[in-house]
């Protein structure tokens, strides 16, 4: 779908629940009282994520057909709206310059009526292969990150650059029980939901900082993922396994001096010598850390399921 919205010569949005009057930053407010002064429902559906991105021309309509503008004149406020830097919707930059986790970030918040749908409706924005599941649940979204790390996961580790959100909801599972609410502390390198990127808008991905991991990167195992780090951050001097391991990633965000500040997750080993990463609700970064190309030691880090462990 993503390719065929590509190659319209031009898509037209009709928005079923907006009056337009005049051009402003309250334009599409939805006229629903039972969503009371929210955007209109477009904006939080997530298959309309590609409608959105695709087309090189689209036009905006309101409930009586009445024209509101194109997506490149109205680029400021829909992405407001949307949660997506202008440049990527009138144009002036290149879709597939957006890291995974921007791209991510995108979807956070949106909502589709098959759970499955939310891992298949980014399939054409990362431009990836995957067979679609009905039934698979919330494995759809984990099986995504899983063919996204085959593409790209050599060049961009910003697909880990995620947090629990801050009320620990994931509402792209509202109809799943076991799955809405996620306060783990302890969890995987795969996020359980695109709306743990919510924050993650501004992390960035730069290939001329970028220190080519050894053994090929990251790779998929039974056990989750694995991947080779230094001997130094996984066993002490005098011997013994480190409990706590600091994992850098080749992702970025300005910090506070205005410099770009390396993505830095915290793993730790817990009784039975799994490996997970801690410190969930909070996307750590560094200045001036340095990543090792160097050879070291295979460690894997265990993805749980949502709904299946107790950590």
């Known amino acids: 779908m993503f390719r065929w919205y590509r190659s319209a010569a031009v898509c037209y949005t009709y928005l079923n629940d907006v009056t337009f009057e005049s051009a402003s930053d309250k334009m599409f407010t939805s006229d629903r009282p039972d969503r009371r002064g929210r955007p209109s429902e477009w904006f939080e559906r997530g298959w309309t994520l590609q409608e959105l991105l695709a087309p090189q021309n689209m036009q905006f309509y309101d409930k009586r057909w009445k024209f509101m503008g194109t997506r490149n004149e109205l680029a400021m406020v829909v992405g407001k709206v949307a949660g997506i830097s202008p440049e990527y919707l009138n144009g002036r930059q290149n879709l597939n310059e957006a890291s995974c986790a921007t791209k991510m970030s995108w979807m956070a918040g949106r909502v589709t009526q098959r759970v499955e749908d939310i891992a298949y409706s980014l399939i054409g924005l990362f431009d990836v292969y995957l067979e679609p599941t009905y039934g698979e649940g919330i494995k759809a979204f984990v099986r995504l990150q899983e063919a996204i790390i085959e593409e790209f996961g050599r060049f961009d580790e910003s697909l880990f650059a995620w947090e629990r959100p801050k009320d620990s909801i994931l509402r792209c599972y509202r109809n799943q029980p076991h799955a809405h609410h996620f306060e783990h502390n302890k969890w995987g390198l795969l ?100 990543m090792s190309s160097k050879r070291g030691v295979v460690i894997a880090v265990a993805q749980p399921r949502l709904g299946q462990v107790r950590l």
């Not at 919510?198 to 220190?211: A, M, R």
């Not at 780090?229 to 005098?238: A, F, G, N, Q, T």
């Not at 965000?253 to 390396?262: A, Q």
């Not at 915290?266 to 801690?278: D, S, V």
């Open 191 to 290: 996020a359980p939901s695109p709306d743990c990127f919510k924050s993650s808008y501004d992390v960035f991905i730069q290939k001329n900082l970028v220190t080519m991991r050894p053994e090929g990167g990251f790779r998929k195992s039974h056990q989750g993922l694995f991947f080779s780090v230094p001997s130094k951050d996984v066993y002490h001097r005098l011997g013994g396994s480190r409990n706590e391991i600091s994992l850098p990633l080749n992702c970025w965000r300005i910090g506070s001096s205005g410099f770009p500040e390396t993505i830095v997750l915290k793993l730790a080993r817990i009784a039975g010598g799994e490996i997970f990463r801690t410190q969930c609700g909070h996307l750590g970064s560094q200045k001036g850390v340095k």
